[in-house]
């Protein structure tokens, strides 16, 4: 299983990254392999659009979950037709997520907010 | 950090006035100037030192190559946004085409058309993003006047705030909005905790207020209501009251007309630094707005309770 | 001649001016482009005589048709099409409405519907006519509804445009068409800082202009300085009247109980048109 995770930094030490549409970086872990590559978001710097960009990357990165606190509904209606599962983050971490993840014991993301015109921050 | 924007649908009133004694009462660690169109908060701020000042590249606008431009026509019968027209055969040159970047919309149709390849699009600065952190965080922007780009502009300077006080999470931070309740009210409203709608009671700021709070409920932001130079006119403050009970909206207080509120804002202090009535009646409305987060926080966590810290 | 009021920072009295400048105007139109927040037609409560619906127009993808090439979603500036499971989804809302993707579809599969973003409503109140906009709330920009009120005015004569607050794109819009600004300012230093950033702006389009002091108290009054300092007419100080406060307060409109304000406002529509032949005798 391959998971995306919107980061801060390019390095699995520091947290997740609180907005999706607007994470500098997006890293990408099979579970199986357990290797890590580091993508980056180009919906970050768009003037409108920003989730739906990031989405479109989410998308197109081929993997089958991703984990983040919270995502706009542009962005989730993207994701969701591609069949990806996006998981709600318990913590800022990223180790301690994707075990969680491994466990079963994160859940579905249900509280979706509206889109932002693009403005999303 | 927790957000509290605040609003008000009609302009002038006392959005800036309220932020301005919010932050001075809070000691707020953090706060940002969202009316990008006609930014004002700084003007009653104290002691700000310098910002660091960056440029603001707003969306791409295109250009035309007049050198390159066969003067065919096809960019203008394809721009719907009326931006491109034709300069006419002159003893300088052939006939070419033309573009406003005022009214460009960046859209690129025109570049795609064009045979000769004398479009291309490019960024230029739009405006200004300023951060003030001496002592504390405080966020703002100029937009150059003849450019479109509020929305942008406006996540542009919450986006500073945040990454200038990272850490924070137990602080407010106050948010001066714009009037309306397009683009750039709609950019601010990203991530707020709570909206304080600042109205007046007048036949405008009702009508004005109903609006904002249709798109407060479309982005799922729980918004309190006060009315401010509520004396103007008693009848209409109770009308609000009414209607913000009607449609279950918390009220927390009204501030009575003040002419020291100019004389503070001529003075480029906050109105808690004059002796005024207004003063009293906003430092009674922070604090139910103050409680209102507190609560607001409890319901979202209901398992650890953070206590939003002020002094 | 048309006869732009904006002033930057909100709550000036744009509305006020604008309304009680139709009026006395005759046979004056009032046009309001603060789509956003109209308030005008509180005031005038006019007799609704013609609805429009404004659109704009949005994409619609034929998935049939559709090979996934991506060609539209790559293109598109504003990020309002993306490509998932197979499909093309549009955002309408962030949209701009510019056809791109319709050109560049190797397929032919995308063509236009309608999509309403606001309306337009016509009416009169005793002599004044009304021209209304009112934008959808949801919608980011008024700007199409803007362009649209104003092109139903273009042959009109003695119109009135009341426009939104700041300094914009939708008050760039606002004040396109217009033969002469006149700027609303308040005597705070928000009102002379919002008053400046206005100056700006008309002197940019390179559009006539004076300045309405309003709310005028005792005292100093920073946007009177700021005229002074920069050589511009000012065309009319209307004073700080409680009482006005609490009739505009009920949507009432001074210049129909009050000689005083039909005065004030005859004087100030006079004054515009000096300045107008006076800024036209020194280019000629």
């Keep these: ?121 | 950090m927790k957000q509290l924007l605040v609003l008000s649908g009609k302009g002038g009133t006392g959005k800036t006035t309220l932020v301005a004694a919010f932050v001075e009462r809070l000691k707020a660690k953090a706060y940002a100037d969202c009316d990008v169109d006609a930014p004002n908060l700084h003007l009653v701020m104290e002691g700000l030192g310098s910002p660091d000042i960056r440029p603001f590249y707003g969306m791409e606008k295109a250009a035309i190559d007049a050198s390159l431009c066969t003067g065919c026509g096809d960019c203008k019968t394809h721009c719907r946004f009326g931006a491109i027209s034709r300069v006419e055969a002159s003893k300088q040159s052939t006939a070419f085409y033309q573009i406003d970047p005022y009214a460009c919309e960046g859209c690129a149709v025109c570049e795609y058309v064009c045979s000769e390849g004398a479009v291309t699009l490019g960024y230029q600065v739009d405006g200004e993003t300023k951060v003030y952190h001496d002592q504390n965080v405080f966020s703002t922007a100029t937009l150059k006047m003849g450019s479109g780009n509020s929305g942008k502009l406006v996540s542009e300077v919450k986006k500073n705030m945040r990454t200038y006080t990272e850490n924070l999470e137990r602080d407010v931070a106050i948010i001066d909005g714009s009037p309306g309740i397009g683009c750039p009210v709609i950019a601010s409203i990203s991530g707020v905790d709570l909206i304080l709608l600042v109205t007046e009671p007048t036949l405008s700021g009702i009508s004005d207020m109903k609006r904002v709070i249709e798109i407060a409920e479309h982005f799922k932001t729980p918004i309190a209501i006060c009315t401010n130079k509520y004396d103007v006119n008693p009848e209409k403050t109770r009308e609000i009251k009414a209607y913000a009970k009607q449609v279950n909206i918390p009220y927390v207080g009204d501030i009575p007309y003040d002419k020291q509120v100019a004389v503070a804002t001529n003075q480029g202090v906050s109105i808690l630094k004059v002796p005024s009535r207004a003063g009293i009646a906003i430092l009674a409305v922070f604090d139910q707005t103050i409680q209102l987060l507190q609560a607001l926080e409890k319901q979202k966590t209901s398992a650890s309770v953070v206590d939003i810290q002020f002094t | 001649m048309k006869v732009a009021v904006l002033s930057g920072k909100g709550g000036t009295g744009k509305t006020f001016i604008s309304v009680n400048l139709a009026e006395v105007m005759a046979g004056g139109c009032y046009v309001d482009c603060d789509v956003e927040e109209p308030n005008g037609h509180l005031f005038l409560k006019p007799k609704w005589s013609k609805e429009i619906d404004v659109v704009q127009k949005s994409p619609v993808i034929d998935q049939d048709k559709c090979i996934d090439c991506r060609a539209c979603t790559t293109f598109c500036r504003f990020n309002a099409l993306a490509g998932a499971g197979q499909k093309i989804l549009v955002f309408e809302d962030i949209c701009h409405a510019c056809g791109g993707c319709v050109l560049v579809c190797p397929q032919g599969a995308i063509t236009e519907k309608e999509k309403g973003i606001g309306t337009i409503k016509e009416g009169q109140s005793e002599k004044t006519t009304v021209i209304t906009g009112m934008m959808h709330v949801k919608e980011a920009s008024g700007v199409p509804i803007i362009r649209q009120l104003l092109e139903r005015v273009s042959r009109a004569e003695n119109v009135v445009i009341d426009c939104p607050p700041g300094s914009a794109c939708t008050v760039m819009e606002s004040i396109k068409e217009a033969d002469f600004c006149l700027l609303v300012a308040e005597p705070t230093r928000f009102g002379r800082h919002n008053l400046a950033m206005v100056h700006e702006l008309v002197t940019l389009y390179q559009k006539p202009y004076g300045v309405v002091l309003n709310k005028s108290i005792e005292g100093e009054n920073p946007s009177r300085a700021y005229c002074e300092e920069h050589d511009i007419s000012i065309l009319g100080d209307i004073k700080y009247d409680d009482l006005l406060g609490k009739r505009l307060s009920e949507g009432k409109i001074p210049v129909r109980v009050e000689r005083h304000y039909q005065q004030v406002f005859e004087t100030i529509g006079h004054q515009i048109h000096l300045k107008m032949s006076e800024d036209k005798g020194e280019v000629t």
């Excluded at chain 1, 978001?41 to 606190?69: R, Y």
């Design chain 1, 1 to 121: 299983m391959r998971v995306l995770i919107p980061t801060n930094h390019k390095t699995v030490k520091e947290g997740i990254c609180v907005s999706f549409g607007r994470a500098p970086h997006f890293m990408i872990v099979d579970l199986q392999t357990g290797e890590e590559t580091f993508i980056e978001n180009k919906g970050a710097t768009s003037g409108s659009g920003a989730g739906i960009k990031a989405a479109q990357t989410v998308v197109d990165s081929k993997v089958n979950a991703m984990i983040t606190p919270r995502i706009g509904k542009n962005a989730a209606d993207v994701i969701s037709a591609s069949g990806i599962t996006i998981y709600k983050s318990e913590s800022e971490s990223i180790e301690s997520n994707l075990k969680c993840l491994s466990d079963g014991k994160l859940a579905v993301l249900t509280d979706i907010h509206p889109g932002f015109h693009g403005h999303r921050e």
